[in-house]
């Protein structure tokens, strides 16, 4: 599996990296190291650089540890959510690095494995943990969670324009049998969702699985926690770069970075005063897409939206 991985951007990936990274000592942070994809073409590209690699999916690790096996005592691969990177840097005897990837969303792997529950294409256990070892499922949050709860759920995180019909539906029919299956949430959902949204607005599943997954791995809530805790952990001159698959995620990024990128002297001052200045320099104009070639050669490339920031001031 790690042999067909396609990592996105790869090789844009690589260009933003490069100022802070070749040709010197240096470290790096891929936060969600998946199947090591991209972390294959930055320890191939810069020869003295040493990776940390976290993730909450202990199959990932397995996988993403053989895969990078090559590149010996320059890897060291950390199980944990990504929020948890001061304390696996610490662990490391780490107090700062040069560059920090993250590589959002859910991973190939875990959407190929019909098991996992992640892909509403095929039938499987309601479950979409990253980290299947631990914490509730998606089944758990369909057959407990209140009406209302789940009504902003599907809003907030599926941005689900039926949510209310999808809910009244859910709660009826877990009230005649619990959920346990993937195929039994699809089959109500095209119930559920009108014919002419069906025609126009994608699958009806696509915004409500997604609206579970964020909800049973608390991705927004921890993105909102280690945006600033990666931050701090960047040293004069490195690099952040995150890949985001949907507006949710890219909106937080977006304004985690912008807002460092600003000066906070008062406008008409000549001078900028000091340790007001800003901490990061943008590096993307708004968020690159990827182009149509690599589109066609990688779906999963269709909906990335990359950022990048430099750190030019200390952190206050």
Do not use: C, W
Request: aromatic share 4%.
């Amino acid at each position: 599996m790690a042999a067909e991985h396609v990592p996105v951007l790869a090789a844009r990936i690589v260009d933003l990296f490069t100022p802070a990274l070749a040709e010197r000592d240096a470290v790096l942070v891929d936060a969600t190291v998946g199947l090591g994809g991209h972390a294959d073409a930055l320890l191939e590209a810069f020869p003295r650089l040493r990776l940390v690699g976290l993730d909450r999916d202990p199959a990932a690790l397995e996988r993403s540890g053989e895969r990078l096996a090559r590149h010996g005592d320059r890897v060291d691969l950390v199980h944990t959510v990504y929020d948890g990177l001061p304390e696996a840097l610490a662990g490391l005897g780490l107090s700062t690095v040069d560059g920090i990837l993250f590589d959002l969303g859910v991973s190939s792997m875990q959407l190929d494995r019909t098991e996992r529950g992640f892909a509403y294409a095929q039938d499987a256990p309601l479950d979409m943990r990253m980290d299947p070892t631990t914490g509730f499922t998606a089944a758990d949050v369909l057959n407990t969670y209140p009406p209302g709860e789940l009504i902003r759920i599907l809003r907030d995180y599926g941005e689900e324009r039926f949510a209310q019909r999808i809910v009244r539906s859910v709660v009826a029919e877990r009230d005649k049998e619990p959920f346990t299956r993937s195929g039994r949430l699809v089959e109500l959902l095209y119930a559920a969702v009108p014919a002419a949204s069906r025609r126009t607005g994608g699958h009806p599943a696509k915004r409500t699985f997604q609206a579970l997954r964020i909800e049973v791995n608390g991705e927004l809530e921890v993105l909102r926690r280690a945006l600033p805790a990666a931050l701090g952990a960047l040293a004069m001159g490195g690099r952040i770069v995150v890949e985001s698959y949907q507006s949710l995620e890219d909106r937080l990024v977006k304004q985690a970075l912008a807002g460092l990128a600003k000066s906070r002297t008062p406008e008409g001052l000549p001078v900028e005063l000091p340790g007001h200045g800003p901490q990061l320099r943008l590096l993307t104009r708004g968020a690159e897409k990827a182009a149509e070639g690599e589109i066609e050669h990688n779906p999963r490339a269709a909906s990335v939206r990359l950022r990048a920031a430099q750190r030019i001031g200390e952190p206050r």
